[in-house]
Every structure is written in structure tokens, then in C-alpha cells.
């Protein structure tokens, strides 16, 4: 039997226990844990050499495919530049030439571009002006001259009195480079038979070439855009049946990126004012 003593040192306990903050007895006596056997682990993969037999059972596995990336040949300049002649001599309307773009295959640029930039305007305007390559703007709605440079080109047209609907517009390049980097001799030749059976279908009496890449590469001259603008030349592109005069002038991304420079263009556009004035 527990004595007075017993009973006091159990209050005493249980005082103790109350001022450490239990509040609530769950059991009659305390549970011994270390007694307890230890719970099974639950089993969470099936049996290793059970899984092995039934796979010997069933046989060797075929071994999963193996991916391999399409093989592409690769298009030599001179083939590129043959394909571009062929492709660019059956086309005997605008929306020939523009389908024949459409199944060139000679040019990298394609592969990386979101859309073909044909051009923009009016083709029996008989006066087409002729870019560089297209832009971000450009390239998402597939036509030429729609960004911030084709709001100054607009705007340019309008001075001399020209617009859109009487102006064609396109670009030396179809397809957008990369970035706006600067494009490779290759990607403008393989372009340049295109060009030239564009002007030799629209038939234009004049011509007017916007920016370093149109002008050199349209009077295959080496020198730089300020010392090519504001100069004439009779161009005879493949297929066209006269000369056609033609105006080198600066390109409206240029006068963006250096305005003074406007005094030079509108100079060049009044001259070629002048000469649109004059022609029969």
C-alpha cells in the first residue's frame, strides 16, 4: 500500500508536471516505446529477383529507338546562285516570282525568318524604290518598311509628293537576317537574280536605292553610301529591256541613327523629284 510519504511525493510530481505546462493525462500509465517491436517498413518497390525471373521469362526487350536529326545536303554557293537564275527566269509575273521565293531553298536565311517580304505598293507605279533587308517589324508581317524606318520612308515619299499607292517598295533581301546583322556576300547573290527580274517585271522608269547594300550591290561599286548618294546611274538589270535611271540615297534607318544627315537625303529626294517631273 502507497503511505502518506508515497502520496506526497506523486502531488509533488504532478505539481511539477503542471507548472511545465501538462495539462492532460491520455493514459492510465505511461507507454514503455522501448518495449514495442518495431513496425514492418512498408514495401514501396516490387521484389528485385522476383522482377528479374519474369523478365528472363519474357525474353530479351527491344532496344528503344534511337533518335537521329534528318540528314540535309548542303547547297554550295554555285548551286544556290543556278537555283536562284532558274527559279527567277520561269517567273513571269510578280506572283510567279514571289511563289518561286517561296520554293528557293539557296538561301539560310529562310530557315530562320517568320515570313517571305515580298514588297509593298503599287507595281504600276513605275517608280520602285529599293531597300536593304527587312527588320523585326518586317519580318513579322511580311511586308517592307513597316517599322519605325518605314514611318520616316513615309513620311520622305510624302515631301516629294509620293506615297504607297504611287511607290513599289522592296528590299535587296527577302528574308530577315538574324539580329539585323549585316548579311553575307553569299546570302545577296543568291538574292540578287530575284531583284533583278523584279525590277524587269515591274518595268520602272525610275529607280530609287535606299542605303549601302542596295547601292553597291545594284552598281556593283565598292564605295560607301556618302559617296554614292546623290548620284545618278543608268542601271540594266538582267532581263529589263532599257536602262532605268536610278538615285542612290541614304536609307531612313540611317537618318534615324544620324539625323543631320536629313539635309543630304532631302537634297537627293529633290532631285529625284526633278527627274520624275521631267520623264514623259
Known sequence: MRNATDNAEALAWLAWQVEMGADEALLDAPRDRLSQPARPMRQTAPNLASATAQAT?????????????????????DEALASARALAAGANTLEELKAALG????????????NLVFAD?????????????????????????VGVSGQLLDRMLGAIGLDRGSAYITNILFWRP?????????????????????????EPTHLLLLG?????????????????????????????????PSLATLHPAYLLRQPAQKRLAWRDLLSFRVALDKRP
Open 178 to 202: 538574324p539580329g539585323n546583322r549585316t548579311p553575307t556576300p553569299a546570302e545577296v547573290a543568291a538574292c540578287l537574280p530575284f531583284v533583278e527580274r523584279h525590277i524587269a517585271l515591274v
Open 103 to 114: 520554293r528557293f531553298e539557296g538561301c539560310d536565311l529562310k530557315k530562320t525568318a517568320t
Open 57 to 77: 521469362a519474357a525474353g530479351p526487350r527491344e532496344a528503344p529507338p534511337v533518335w537521329t536529326p534528318e540528314a540535309t545536303r548542303l547547297v554550295s554557293n
Open 212 to 244: 549601302a547594300l542596295a547601292s553597291k550591290t545594284l552598281t556593283a561599286s565598292n564605295d560607301g553610301i556618302l559617296k554614292l548618294r546623290g548620284r545618278w546611274f543608268e542601271l540594266q538589270p538582267l532581263g529589263s529591256p532599257a536602262p532605268i
Open 121 to 145: 505598293g503599287n507595281p504600276a507605279s513605275r517608280v520602285m524604290l529599293i531597300g536593304e533587308a527587312p527588320g523585326a517589324d518586317e519580318d513579322r508581317q511580311g511586308r517592307p518598311f
